[in-house]
C-alpha cells in the first residue's frame, strides 16, 4: 500500500458526461500529480500541484481541470467526455525532497 | 528539455534469463533516476532508485547504476522469474521537482 488513494477505482459514464475523480496522498505529501495511461500513449503527464498551487501543466485537455485543497487532497475535473478519454487515471504524491513519487491504484475510466 | 527514453518492447525471456532493459536520459542539472514497475491492473511501484553520479540502486535481484558520463540508468536482472512479468517504467526527477518517466517496457517470462 502506497499511502495515495484514488476513488474511484471504476468509472462507466457516457460521452459528453462530466466526471469527478478524486486522490489522496500520502499523509505529509505536498506535491500531487496526475497521469493519464492508455495503451496506445504510455504514462501521460497531466498536471502537478504544489501545496494548493499550481505547479505545472502537461499534456492536459481544456476540458480536464484540477484543484488541490486545503487539506491537500485533490482532484480531477473530466468533461465533455469523449471514447478516447477512457483511460487510467494515475495520482501520484511526494515530498518536495530528492525522492520518489507515490502512486495510487489509479481510476479505470471507461467512456461508452 | 529533460526526458528518458527507454527500451521498445516488448520484451520475452525465458526463466532464468538475463535480463537488461536500456533507459537514457537527458537533463540540466543532476536528477535523480528510479525504475518503477507496473504488475497488471495495479498502480506504479518504486523498484529502485539512484540520487547521484555512480550510486547503484538494488531491490528483489534487480539493479541499475547512474552513469552521468553515458545519461543513462539501464536496468539489469541475473534471473528473472515468472513473477517478474510486468511492466517497466524508467524515470527522471528533476532539480525543479518534476518526474518524466519513459515509455515503458513489457516484460513477459515465460516458464
Known amino acids: 500500500d502506497s499511502g495515495v488513494t484514488q476513488t474511484p477505482k471504476h468509472l462507466i459514464t457516457a460521452t459528453g458526461q462530466r466526471v469527478t475523480l478524486r486522490c489522496s496522498p500520502r499523509?505529509?505529501?505536498?506535491?500531487v500529480y496526475w497521469y493519464q495511461q492508455s495503451l496506445d500513449q504510455g504514462l501521460q503527464f497531466l498536471i502537478q500541484?504544489?501545496?494548493?498551487?499550481?505547479?505545472a501543466k502537461g499534456n492536459i485537455l481544456e476540458r480536464f481541470s484540477a484543484q488541490q485543497f486545503p487539506d491537500l487532497h485533490s482532484e480531477l475535473n473530466l468533461s465533455s467526455l469523449e471514447l478516447g478519454d477512457s483511460a487510467l487515471y494515475f495520482c501520484?504524491?511526494?515530498?518536495?525532497?530528492?525522492?520518489?513519487?507515490?502512486f495510487g491504484q489509479g481510476t479505470r475510466l471507461t467512456v461508452v | 528539455g529533460d526526458s528518458v527514453t527507454q527500451m521498445e518492447g516488448p520484451v520475452t525471456l525465458s526463466e532464468e534469463a538475463f535480463l537488461t532493459i536500456n533507459c537514457t536520459y537527458t537533463?540540466?542539472?543532476?536528477?535523480?533516476l528510479f525504475w518503477y514497475v507496473q504488475y497488471p491492473g495495479e498502480g506504479l511501484q518504486l523498484l529502485l532508485k539512484?540520487?547521484?553520479?555512480?550510486d547503484k540502486g538494488s531491490n528483489k535481484g534487480f539493479e541499475a547504476t547512474y552513469r552521468k558520463e553515458t545519461t543513462s540508468f539501464h536496468l539489469e536482472k541475473g534471473s528473472v522469474q515468472v513473477s517478474d512479468s510486468a511492466v517497466y517504467f524508467c524515470?527522471?526527477?528533476?532539480?525543479?521537482?518534476?518526474?518524466?518517466f519513459g515509455t515503458g517496457t513489457s516484460l513477459t517470462v515465460i516458464p
Open positions: 500541484y504544489y501545496n494548493g498551487e499550481e505547479r
Open positions: 539512484a540520487t547521484k553520479a555512480d
Open positions: 537533463a540540466t542539472g543532476y536528477p535523480s
Open positions: 499523509s505529509g505529501d505536498l506535491s
Open positions: 501520484a504524491s511526494s515530498v518536495p525532497l530528492n525522492t520518489e513519487a507515490f
Open positions: 524515470a527522471l526527477r528533476d532539480t525543479g521537482n518534476q518526474f518524466y
